[in-house]
C-alpha cells in the first residue's frame, strides 16, 4: 500500500517516485494499491501506469489513520508512506511493515525501512529504531526503467538544442519568461517545452500563445519519451526536484532554478558535484539576469557542458528502484 500526495500544489515527485517503485514491486507480483491526498486528477494520472488509487480524505493527520483502516481491510502487509506531514511515529494497530520515502532527514522515523535517495543521502542522520533498515544514497533514487540505460551521449561545441521542464507544475508561471529568456539568449535554439499535467491548464496556454508563431518551439504536455527528449537535447533548464536526478543519469548539461525550499539540498549536492549550475531562485528579483548569464556562460563553455554530462552518470547510475524493490519484497516475507 501506498500513501502519497500530488496535486497542483505540491507537485508530481513524489507520486511519481512511488509509482517507479510500484511498477518494479508489480513485475515481482506484488498486489499494489494507492492511497493520495490530492485532486481527482492524479488519479487519472495514477491510472494512466494501470494502478488503482483512492482519494483521501481532508484530517488533521493527513489521512494517516484512514490508511491504516484501509491496509488493515484489504489485509496489507507493507505501508509505503511519501509525504512530509505524516508522522510514522503516531501509526497504531497496524501489524505490519512501515517504508518511509523521506528527503529532509527532519523528524523521528520508528519505522523498518528508511529510504532517502538524494544526493546528499549518505550524510543524513535519522532518529529510527536499532533494526530500522537505512537505503541511502543516488544509488537508491527511484526513476523509471528508462533511466538506468547506459549513456552514450556526445556534447557538441555548438549548443542547438534546449530543453526547459520545471516539473509537474508552475505555480509562478515560470514557464513562460523562460522561453522569453531563453530565446532572448540564444536566438537561433530549438526549444522543447515540457508542460506537467499539474499545469495552469489554459492559463499556461495563454501565456504560451505570443510564441505560437514560433517554428522552433514545440510543447509537450506531460509526455512519455522524456528519456528521449533529454537526449536530444544540448543543455536543459529545470527546477531542483526529481527531475534534476533524472537529467544526471542522462548526463545532461543543465541549468537549474530552485522553485521550492525542499530542493535546496539537491541543487547543493548536486552544485557540488558538478552537475549543474544553480542559478538562483524563483523569488529571485534579479533572476532573468543571473539565468540568462547563466545560460550564455554554459552554452559558450564546451569544456562545462563535456564535464557535467562525465559527472552526472557516475552519480545516479538509473538502477535505484530495482534495488529498492528487491529490499521491500524481502521485508513483506519476513
Not at 481491510?73 to 508512506?81: C, K, P, S, Y
Not at 523521528?108 to 544526493?119: A, K, M, Q, T, Y
Not at 499545469?199 to 504560451?208: A, V
Amino acid at each position: 500500500m501506498f500513501c502519497t500526495t500530488a496535486g497542483p500544489t505540491i507537485g508530481l515527485g513524489h507520486l511519481r517516485r512511488c509509482i517507479t517503485l510500484a511498477q518494479v514491486l508489480r513485475e515481482m507480483n506484488a498486489k499494489v494499491h494507492f492511497l493520495l491526498r490530492g485532486e481527482q486528477n492524479a488519479i487519472g494520472f495514477l491510472e494512466k501506469y494501470g494502478f488503482s488509487g483512492k482519494l483521501l480524505e481532508e484530517s488533521v493527520d493527513w489521512g494517516l489513520q484512514q490508511s491504516l483502516e484501509y491496509c488493515v481491510d484489504n489485509h496489507a502487509n507493507v505501508l509505503v508512506i511519501d509525504s512530509y506531514p505524516i508522522e510514522p511515529k503516531n501509526i497504531k494497530g497496524f501489524q505490519g511493515k512501515v517504508v518511509v520515502i523521506d528527503d529532509l532527514c527532519d523528524r523521528s522515523l520508528p519505522v523498518e525501512l528508511i529510504l532517502n535517495g538524494s544526493v546528499n543521502g549518505q550524510k543524513c542522520i535519522y532518529q529510527a529504531l536499532p533494526s530500522t533498515k537505512l537505503l541511502l544514497g543516488p544509488q537508491y533514487i527511484l526513476l523509471r526503467e528508462a533511466f538506468s540505460q547506459k549513456v552514450n551521449r556526445r556534447i557538441q561545441k555548438q549548443v542547438d538544442r534546449i530543453l526547459i521542464t520545471v516539473g509537474g507544475m508552475d505555480l509562478m508561471f515560470l514557464i513562460s519568461k523562460l522561453v522569453q529568456w531563453t530565446r532572448a539568449t540564444l536566438e537561433k535554439s530549438h526549444i522543447d517545452l515540457i508542460l506537467g499535467p499539474f499545469g495552469q491548464g489554459g492559463k499556461d496556454y495563454e501565456l504560451l500563445r505570443q510564441w505560437q508563431d514560433d517554428p522552433f518551439l514545440c510543447v509537450y504536455k506531460d509526455p512519455t519519451n522524456l528519456y528521449d527528449l533529454m537526449m536530444e537535447c544540448d543543455i536543459a533548464i529545470t527546477g531542483g526536484g526529481q527531475t534534476t536526478y533524472e537529467l544526471a543519469a542522462t548526463g545532461t548539461p543543465t541549468l537549474a532554478i530552485q522553485l521550492a525550499d525542499n530542493q535546496i539540498h539537491n541543487l547543493e549536492g548536486f552544485s557540488r558535484k558538478s552537475t549543474l549550475n544553480w542559478v538562483g531562485s524563483v523569488s529571485d528579483e534579479n533572476l532573468q539576469e543571473k539565468f540568462q548569464d547563466g545560460l550564455s556562460r554554459l552554452a559558450r563553455s564546451f569544456k562545462e557542458r563535456q564535464a557535467m554530462s562525465k559527472a552526472g552518470p557516475l552519480i545516479v547510475d538509473g538502477g535505484g528502484a530495482k534495488r529498492v524493490g528487491q529490499v521491500v519484497k524481502e521485508l513483506s516475507i519476513q
